[in-house]
């Protein structure tokens, strides 16, 4: 096929979209650590573990070798309002940096919420309300996943309660607004309406809060209230499972021109959006029948994977939530405050980082200010102007072809751009004055709360 009869937009028909998630655990050989409860340090198994989530959840979280997991009509219908999500070639960027290289980008931001999260927030909300639950309680740190949780609950009619890491909840009221506007509770965190709050409160008073401290107080806020369960937007296995919706689709856009990537990029939080991006492209890769450069982006200021250690640690601050083999900076680890954005989290997905131990995907971080550069380029050619989270994968995307351009290599590069910068102009504002910095942690820094990791053999 000739290359001009590549449009700028690849979308799918509605009947060309996926009916069923793909699990690639289960083409995975070295499958995954197990979840282990806190206080025995064993295995979780799934009676326990449904005391905090959804039962049909906690299948799919357990779940190493089912490999479709069809998609409910409900959930399948609410995906239709927003999906597919178009697989835009980057023409105008590949013009601007005058490169050989052919870039095309999934973009995730075509919904309210403004991001990924509410592919899987839809999931996790129907199989709530089909168990017959009151509500749901989670924690947000820039708010994306708040936003596309309290969506899909006032779609399904539950009630909804968010635990806002504070720094956030104070520079962005208008996020908390929207998460109002459908119905949650917005409260900052830590907060004085649980006890790990509390405690963390009192250990660490004008704390401006993180995730792991978050997800303790949502989690305790679960467990303590009837008809209620806590959810999450990213790390877990059935989220990475939910996202795969965008790797199918990706991958089905691809193959419906013949286009085979050679280089994947993603950024990575928790893992969720690389994850689900991959899936497919990993499994291939995984059963022996293609090979791809799959490359996580992470920030200098919270680099799980390329400095962190691949050990269990705890989820949270509060070590109330089981443990995961993961690469972590350690659960007490606290981004600087002037990093903007999200993918502050300590941690990552198991499953991505058996496959990066494994050496079947690489990993990079990248300084802030370079972010917002790209960022910024990439909103004067692109028209989008990117979440500083997508941002961190447009650096690497310009970068591999801007290495194309001196090797005169036509690769082609794929990655995710998770969503929409909009509630993010106080971190642009700060980069057009020239006061944004870059934090890095020094090595003893990471070490002193490395060397805190529970022991587990
Ligand atoms: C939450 C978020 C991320 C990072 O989360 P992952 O679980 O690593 O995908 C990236 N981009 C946007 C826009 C987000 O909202």
Redesign the pocket.
Same mark, same amino acid.
């Given at each position: 096929m000739s290359e001009k009869k590549i449009p700028y937009k690849i979308y799918l028909e509605e009947k060309e979209m996926p009916t069923a998630w793909y699990n690639v655990r289960a083409d995975m050989k070295n499958k995954p650590a197990p979840l282990l409860n806190p206080g025995t340090l064993q295995p979780m198994k799934a009676d326990e573990l449904s005391h905090v989530f959804c039962e049909e959840l906690v299948n799919q979280e357990l779940d190493d070798t089912t490999a479709y997991f069809e998609i409910p009509e409900q959930i399948r219908d609410f995906y239709k309002m927003y999906r597919p999500s178009p697989l835009v070639r980057a023409y105008c960027l590949e013009k601007k940096l005058d490169t050989p290289a052919k870039i095309y980008y999934k973009f995730?931001?075509n919904n309210t919420s403004? #991001?990924?999260?509410l592919n899987s927030a839809i999931a996790q909300a129907y199989y709530a309300k089909k168990q017959g639950l009151k509500g749901v309680t989670t924690e947000t740190?820039?708010g994306?996943?708040g936003t596309a949780l309290s969506m899909a609950c006032s779609y399904f009619d539950l009630d909804c309660k968010v635990f806002m890491v504070k720094c956030s909840y104070e520079q962005k009221p208008f996020r908390r607004e929207v998460m109002r506007t459908y119905g949650a509770s917005v409260t900052p965190s830590p907060s004085s309406e649980t006890e790990v709050g509390r405690k963390i409160l009192a250990e660490h008073p004008g704390t401006s809060g993180s995730l792991g401290c978050a997800i303790s107080e949502a989690v305790e806020a679960a467990t303590s209230t009837e008809g209620y369960r806590y959810v999450l937007?990213? @790390?877990l296995n059935q @989220?990475l499972l939910h996202?795969s919706v965008i790797g199918l689709e990706t991958k089905a856009a691809l193959d419906k021109y013949g286009i085979k990537p050679d280089i994947i990029i993603?950024?990575?939080?928790? =893992?969720?959006? $690389?994850? =689900?991006l991959i899936s497919p492209f990993m499994g291939e890769k995984l059963r022996g029948e293609a090979d791809y450069r799959i490359i996580a982006v992470e920030p200098a200021s919270c680099p799980s994977f390329t400095r962190g250690t691949y050990a269990y640690d705890f989820c949270d601050t509060g070590k109330v939530c089981p443990l995961a083999k993961m690469y972590t900076l350690g659960c007490d680890f606290m981004p600087a405050p002037n990093h903007a954005g999200? $993918?502050r989290?300590h941690g990552m #997905?198991s499953t991505l980082s058996q496959l990066y131990h494994d050496g079947l995907m690489e990993a990079t971080s990248v300084k802030q200010t370079d972010v917002f550069a790209a960022a910024e380029q990439f909103a004067r050619v692109e028209g989008i102007l990117p979440?500083p989270? #997508?941002s961190h994968a447009i650096r690497v995307a310009i970068d591999e072809a801007l290495k194309c351009k001196e090797t005169g290599e036509e690769k082609t590069i794929v990655f995710g751009l998770?969503?929409t910068g909009y509630f993010d102009m106080v971190a642009y504002e700060k980069f057009h004055d020239g006061v944004m910095s870059d934090y890095i942690p020094t090595d003893e820094e990471i070490k002193s709360y490395t060397d805190k990791l529970p022991k587990v053999d």
């Open positions: 995730e931001g403004g #991001s990924h999260k740190g820039a994306q996943w937007g990213s @790390v @989220v996202q993603g950024c990575a939080g928790g =893992g969720s959006n $690389l994850g =689900g999200g $993918l989290y #997905s979440a989270e #997508s998770t969503g």
